[in-house]
């Protein structure tokens, strides 16, 4: 089943598929003009999602944001529920002092897993329902009531998440706010910004800071976020499209190649080409 609601004035659209065999998301190579941000419901058994090349065990009654640039499809389609909606149906960062999700939900590195319980199901289970209901329901109001059921899940889920990813960190509203509005200003300019200082900069406050405020929650430092996003991007380019090494150098905001080969080693212990050449055989089974 594939329901769907599109407004040709703005250009926002809004999906729901559930129990569908066929589907994926292909950003690099098929789907960049369709920028749709996913959460995903794993329904069924343990299975397994690939994302970007990467496999992970998605586990029975788990929840998934993914990014709109991200490429993944599913052992299983048919046992996933998901919501896709573009940033023209319901801007996330217009409307994050209502839902706070940008650069937690979406944005952030890390993949979160979200796991379900038996109440919060049923609470998905209900508002799933509603949900399908109003895609049937073609009338003046149908968008609005729509935009308010798709808050309604991402605040859900973004409670989940801060719970289960944070539960022991006495972590305050203004805090969380700065780690994800660092998350979010990385995502923004990780091209052409590589150092802490711009992004300290930017959210008035000293690396250092910065620094301590991460350490509170996450085994990660300011640095390493940059650099594992810039690593996520130049693993997307080199796997999903024939740029060179050089075009990707100069596209990621690096002036060398060298450099940038040697970067990309230190962390994947493999050259760029190394790199391309393996996730070609994988893909061709070899």
Not at 260 to 279: E, V, Y
Request: aromatic share 14%.
């Amino acid at each position: 089943m594939k329901l769907s609601v599109s407004d040709p004035n703005t250009g926002g659209d809004l999906l729901l598929l559930h129990n569908e065999t066929n589907f994926d998301r292909r950003f690099y190579t098929r789907d960049q003009d369709y920028k749709y941000f996913t959460i995903a419901w794993n329904r069924g058994e343990k299975q397994t999602i690939t994302i970007d090349g990467t496999e992970h065990d998605f586990m029975p009654q788990t929840i998934l944001p993914l990014m709109f640039n991200q490429s993944f499809y599913f052992e299983r389609p048919e046992d996933i529920v998901a919501w896709q909606f573009n940033r023209e149906f319901y801007c996330i960062i217009d409307h994050d002092s209502e839902v706070s999700c940008v650069g937690f939900l979406f944005g952030m590195n890390d993949y979160l897993f979200i796991d379900l319980d038996m109440p919060t199901q049923r609470k998905l289970q209900l508002l799933l329902d509603v949900f399908t209901e109003e895609l049937n329901t073609n009338d003046h109001i149908q968008n609005d009531m729509l935009v308010m059921l798709l808050k309604r899940l991402i605040m859900m889920i973004t409670g989940l998440a801060r719970a289960g990813y944070m539960p022991n960190v006495k972590l305050n509203d203004e805090r969380f706010h700065i780690l994800r509005k660092y998350n979010l200003l990385v995502e923004m300019n990780y091209r052409e910004q590589h150092g802490v200082s711009y992004y300290a900069g930017r959210l008035n406050k000293s690396p250092k800071t910065l620094s301590n405020l991460f350490a509170l929650y996450s085994h990660k430092t300011p640095l390493q976020i940059i650099q594992e996003r810039i690593l996520i991007e130049a693993k997307r380019l080199l796997f999903y499209t024939d740029k060179s090494a050089k075009q990707i150098t100069y596209e990621l905001g690096f002036d060398d190649a060298a450099y940038f080969s040697n970067f990309f080693k230190k962390h994947t212990a493999l050259s760029p080409t190394d790199f391309r050449n393996s996730k070609n055989m994988v893909s061709l089974g070899k």
